[in-house]
C-alpha cells in the first residue's frame, strides 16, 4: 500500500458503489482493509492482490482469499468479465505501466472502480508553485527518492486516459482534504483543484 | 535382526496394524496404465468423529514416503506421527472437531496394496509385477475409501509434496467432492530436475545385488544399501543449502581432525548415512521406485491439452497454495503456475510463500507463518461450510 491507512476514507465511498453479493478483485488489497469491510457489509465473493509477500501473509491468516502478485504483470492470467468488479485503490500511481493496468481492469472487470490522490490539488500545486519543491503532505508522505508512488496524475489526466481507452466514466466523485465529498455540481476545474482524491466508477 | 529385517517391515504390507478396506473382484481399481488392479486393499487411519452430515471429513495426502500414521504413534518406528504438529486435539486441524481420514497411498509399503503386497495370483509379493501406480490411481482408490464413509463431500483436502500433487489432482478429477484444497510445497507436474534425482535414487537401488530384478523377498534379501543411498541423495534435495551450512558447516564428527580416510569425517556425511540407515527399516525398496515414478508421470497439464487452467475449469473449491522461498524441489514458481492458472479457471484462490531457509522440508515442520496461513484458510472455509465452531 502506497498511502497512508489513516487516510483510507475512500475506502467507504468505494463500498458504496458496490452492491451486494458481487464477485470483487481488489488489485493491491494490502492489508485487506477493503475486502473485510465488503465481506461484512456487503456478503461479496472477495478476492485479493497484493504485491508484498508479507500483506498477503496476513491477509490469508484473516482467512481471506489473496494472492501475491504483480498489477503489472499479473492481471492477464484473469479471463475476460471475471469479476463484477475490479477495485484498484490508491494505487496506481505506483504502477509501471498505469494505462495498461487500466486497460487490464477493464478487461477483467464488468466495472472498474480507480481511487488515486489527486495531483493537481492545490496543496501539491502550491508546494511546487511556491517553494518549487515536491510536496510531501499528510496523504503522500513521501520524499522524491523514496516514493513508491512514480506515476502522479491529475484528475483531469485520468478522465483524458478513460477516453483513450473507450471507458465510460458512470459515477465519479472527489474528496476534499476532510474526506467530504465535493459538490456533483462542481466543474471538473474545480474537482481538480479542491480534491485530494478522486474514486471513478468505470466500464468499457 | 537379519530375519526381521529381510521379513516384509514386519508384514504390515499384508496385514497392517491400522484399519484395511479390503475390495474384491466386484470392485476393481482402474489403473492409468491400462489394467485392473484387483483385489486390493487400503490401509487407513481416521481421528475425530464424522458429524452426522458427513461435512466434516479432511483427507490427508501423505508424501513420497510417509504413511498413513500421521497424528498417532508410528507402529513400524515408534516414532510420533508425520504430522502430529499440525494435526490433533486442539491442533490447528483440530480433530475434536474435524474428522480426519489418511490412507498409505496405491503402491505404498504400509498396508495399501503395493509390490511388497502378496499378489494372489502367485502367493509371492507382486514386486515388479504390480503395474505403474499414478498420482491419479492412488486419488481413485482415497475416492473409493471416501465413498465407503459415505462421505458425499470433503471439506478439505491437504498434502505437501507428492501429497499436494494428489490434492490438485482430487480438485482436477472429482471438483464436485472437494469443498477446499490445500496444496503445498508442490507442482501440477515434476521438473525435469526432479525426475532427474528420482532416476538417480531407482539407479542406486536397481545396481545393489540383493535387488535381484526385484525379487529380493524370495532370495531373503534386501537392496539396502542401494536404497539407503538413494535415500541420502534425496534428503540432500529435501534441504537447502543454507539450512545445511547452518547446521552441519563443516564440522567434524566426534573427531578432532581429518582422518585421511572415506570415514564420515564431517558431521554431514553421518547425518547422511544415518539418515540412509533408518530409512531402509521402514521402507521397502520397490515401492520407493513406484513411489518416484508416480511423482515422474504427474503432468495434470498434459492431461488437459497442455493447458494447466483446463484441468480447473469452472471450479467450486477454494484453493489455498503455500511454497517455501528456500524450496529447490519445489520452488515457488511451481505454485505461481498453479496459482495463475486457478486465476484463469476464475476459482477462489489464496497464494503463501513463506520466507524460511529450511528448504522442502519445511511443510512438515513447526513453521508459524504456515500455520497461520492453513489457520485462517481452514477458519474461512469451515464458516462459509456451515461448520460451528
Redo the contacts between chains.
Sequence with gaps: MSVNHAQRVDLEVVADLIPPQSRVLDVGSGDGLLLELLQATKQVDGRGMELSQRGVNECVARGLSVIQGDADKDLKFYPDKGFDFVVLSQTLQATRNPKLVLDELLRIGKHAIVSFPNFGHWRVRLSLFVEGRMPVTKDLPYSWYDTPNIHFCTIRDFVNLCEELGATVEKATALDANGQKIGLSMPWWFWNFFGQQAVFLLKR | MVALRTKRTNNEADEPSSPVLRFGADKPLKLDAGTLLSPFQIAYKTYGTLNDARSNAILVCHALTGDQHVASTNPVTGKPGWWEVLIGPGKIIDTSRFFVICSNVIGGCLGSTGPASTNPATGKPYGLDLPIITIRDMVRAQLMLVDHFGIEKLFSVLGGSMGGMQVLQWASSYPERVFSALPIATGARHSSQNIAFHEVGRQAVMADPDWHGGKYFEQGKRPEKGLAVARMAAHITYLSEAALHRKFGRNLQDREALTFGFDADFQIESYLRHQGMTFVDRFDANSYLYMTRAMDYFDLAADHGGRLADAFAGTKT?F?LVSFTSDWLFPTEESRSV???L????A????????TDRGHDAFLLDEP?LF??I???I??AA?ARGLST
Design positions: 477454494r489455498c496459482v495463475h492458472a486465476n484463469a479457471a476464475g477462489s484462490v489464496s497464494f503463501v510463500e513463506i520466507e507463518e497461520a496461513a489457520n485462517g484458510f477458519a474461512s464458516r
